[in-house]
């Protein structure tokens, strides 16, 4: 068989059974579950058995361990099936239309799967061959993932259409008289059929006559073994981009894919979508269709030729070419008040066609630059322009002031400093009420965007009126900021609320409190505290019309202090005497494990337990402990996540023993153990 069958596919280095990394010698089995029928996928997990074990072959059996729920008595253990590779000559004609079939033949049947290293001594003639054999392993389980036919014909998978609703079987597979390679179980039923996943993150960043693609594979690592990505020019019609399925080659360490195509053209908008393959050759549902186009690139570069004063603005006139504007997406003027690299943005989405633009927010110097973007979003900028309108313009208003009192009396205010090169200061003015007229508390400008001023506590008035405007060199003034009011501050704490009552359940505490009689409450904070430390912790800032909360995020067992204080509006907090609550947050334990079953086999001196998990629980070990009813538990077995059944041999008959199921979450939660009696 040529070896060039074999060498297409070197690259290629993730197989999803080979990446086990146990390296004791066993059967990998997996299943699954079509309309009427369940496919069965095996592999020998280390090379020199993989080879040992296609000489040899497989055996496959299968027990009826329910019918319509209910565990069978004395359910029966059948063997359906004993399995070979098929004969070098068989695959001649396969192999001319099954790419990957030629691939497991040449890895089966090959002379040579050959390492390309020196061998001229003996150590390193043993060191090729073991590479060899590796890499005959690693080839053949990669296409055996991708042709479920081929993997059939190699005697590693296995249809079985004997199958009924409402029916559970176990179908264990082992190899023909190698008892030191580990068997491997299955529990399976037609029921357990489930819908390939759509891929919903398929996205697209085009660019100059290409596309990069990116998709998600954190949680289809174990479901899609390949990927294969459509075209259309309408929307409807999807053809293959490429002859072989996309195959990830960054192994189990990566969240993301990525693949990178070519476009005939940047004009024609296409039509792309995505879907995964199994290991047994099923196709996941299409995703939904996303629009790509090429976007053109250019080099082109606007320059600025002319201005003129308008009013009080500018007329700011620059060229560009007219056969740039295809490629252009846009123009963008940049303004600064010095030449120097901080320029800003001030006017977006100019549009291409135009050549022209007023604008109106000078300085006393202004340096322009007009930037166009093309359709990547890259920016291709003027040299800048020197703009000095006459000053008789002033200061743009004052903007952001802000006030806070102190309960001296004390004022201060802060507001956004303006940016004018030829800014001279402040002018702030107070007004006692909001009829009184504003006067000019300092009667001279200040330079800091900064003030402080004192006001009286003995005048009736609750509030404190400010404005402030800017003023420049040429003493033009701006107009006035927005008027903000100052409250002066209420020296009395409001009064405090109290806790009139709490519940607990389903892991959750509930509180209930009775809210401040004082009519100035802005707010409510809740905290809270493990008995027995000092620190509080808020939970929560209520406005004044909540009475009520539910804490969800206590650890269960522990007891905590709660404490409710109000807040008025100058900021005054409640007393916090009396105004607390001790509660034990109740005991809670997740439930991990879905079923647990057995089979007792009388003729085999066994015991078989099989459980299954719930979705999307993130288990790292079960501890299975064992004793004879009657007599204390102790520690039997402690196994990892992907095992789900073990066989007991270390039995008695006429002996009833308690089996109990406790798993370990990766959180550290408590968890709820399960508990299984065999009458044996």
């Known amino acids: 068989m040529k070896k060039a069958l074999f060498l297409i596919c070197l690259w290629v280095v993730n197989w999803s059974f080979a990446q086990l990394s146990d390296t004791t010698p066993s059967v990998m089995l997996k299943s699954y579950v079509q309309k009427d029928r369940i496919l069965l996928r095996w592999a020998v997990n280390t090379p020199i058995e993989w080879q040992k074990a296609n000489q040899k072959g497989f055996v496959l059996h299968k027990i009826l361990l329910k019918k319509d729920g209910n565990l069978l008595e004395n359910p029966e253990k059948q063997t359906i099936a004993t399995l070979k590779p098929d004969k070098q000559e068989d695959w001649i004609d396969f192999i001319q239309k099954d790419n990957y079939g030629a691939i497991i033949a040449q890895a089966l049947y090959g002379e040579s799967f050959s390492v390309e290293k020196d061998s001229k001594n003996g150590i390193s003639k043993i060191v090729n061959i073991a590479e060899e054999l590796n890499q005959r392993h690693t080839f053949a389980l990669f296409a055996a993932d991708m042709s479920f036919v081929a993997a059939q014909k190699a005697g590693w998978g296995f249809i079985d259409t004997d199958v009924k609703a409402g029916e559970t079987y176990i179908y264990q597979v082992e190899v023909l008289g190698m008892p030191e390679i580990e068997s491997s179980a299955v529990m399976v039923g037609l029921s357990d059929v489930e819908t390939l996943p759509k891929i919903h993150d398929f996205t697209a960043i085009p660019n100059d006559k290409k596309v990069l693609f990116s998709w998600g594979i954190t949680y289809l690592k174990d479901i899609y073994t390949s990927y294969i990505i459509e075209r259309s020019e309408n929307g409807t019609d999807f053809q293959p981009i490429s002859s072989t399925p996309i195959v990830d080659m960054n192994g189990t360490s990566k969240k993301q894919m990525f693949y990178a195509t070519t476009l005939e053209t940047n004009d024609t908008p296409y039509f792309f979508r995505i879907y995964g393959i199994n290991a047994f050759g099923e196709k996941g549902t299409p995703s939904a269709p996303i629009k790509v186009q090429g976007i053109s690139a250019t080099t082109a570069v606007p320059r600025i030729s002319d201005y003129n004063f308008i009013n009080d603005g500018v007329e700011l006139i620059w060229e560009y070419p007219k056969e740039a504007e295809k490629a252009t997406e846009k123009f963008e003027l940049w303004h600064n008040t010095k030449e120097d690299a901080n320029y800003q943005k001030v006017v977006d989405n100019i549009k291409k066609e135009d050549r022209k633009l007023i604008y109106k927010k000078l300085s006393a110097s202004n340096y322009f630059k007009i930037a166009s973007v093309d359709k990547q979003q890259k920016r291709h900028f003027s040299h800048s322009t020197l703009v000095q309108p006459s000053d008789s313009i002033p200061p743009a208003r004052p903007i952001e002031l802000q006030g806070k009192i102190d309960s001296l009396g004390v004022v201060t205010l802060f507001w956004k400093a303006n940016t004018e090169a030829d800014l001279a200061g402040y002018r702030v003015l107070r007004a006692n009420t909001d009829k009184e007229e504003f006067v000019d508390i300092f009667n001279h ?83 809270r505290r493990e008995k027995g430390t000092e620190k509080w912790q808020p939970l929560q800032v209520f406005h004044k019309e909540t009475n009520t909360f539910i804490d969800e995020t206590t650890e269960s067992g522990k007891t905590y202090e709660y404490l409710i204080q109000a807040k008025d509006k100058a900021g005054l907090w409640s007393s916090a005497d009396n105004a607390t609550i001790t509660i034990k947050a109740p005991v809670r334990a997740d439930k991990v494990i879905k079923s647990v079953d057995f089979v007792a086999d009388r003729n085999a001196r066994s015991i078989s337990l099989f459980w299954k998990y719930q979705k999307n629980t993130k288990v790292i070990e079960i501890q299975i402990y064992k004793n004879v009813k009657g007599t204390p538990p102790s520690l039997w077995k402690v196994l990892p996540p992907k095992q789900q059944h073990i066989t007991d041999k270390e039995i008695h008959i006429n002996t009833i023993y308690e089996y109990y199921f406790l798993p370990s979450l990766a959180n550290g939660k408590p968890t709820q153990g399960e508990k299984v009696e065999v009458n044996y």
């Open 445 to 527: 400008i200040i330079t800091e965007n900064t003030a402080r001023d004192t006001v009286s506590f003995s005048l009736s008035n609750k509030k404190v009126y400010y404005k402030i405007l800017a003023e420049d060199l040429r003493y033009n003034r701006s107009p006035f900021s927005e008027v903000i009011v100052v409250e002066k501050p209420d020296k009395n704490p409001p009064t405090a609320p109290i806790f009139n009552n709490f519940t607990t359940e389903n892991g959750k505490i509930t509180l209930y409190w009775i809210s401040s009689s004082s009519d100035d409450v802005e707010t409510y904070t809740l905290s």
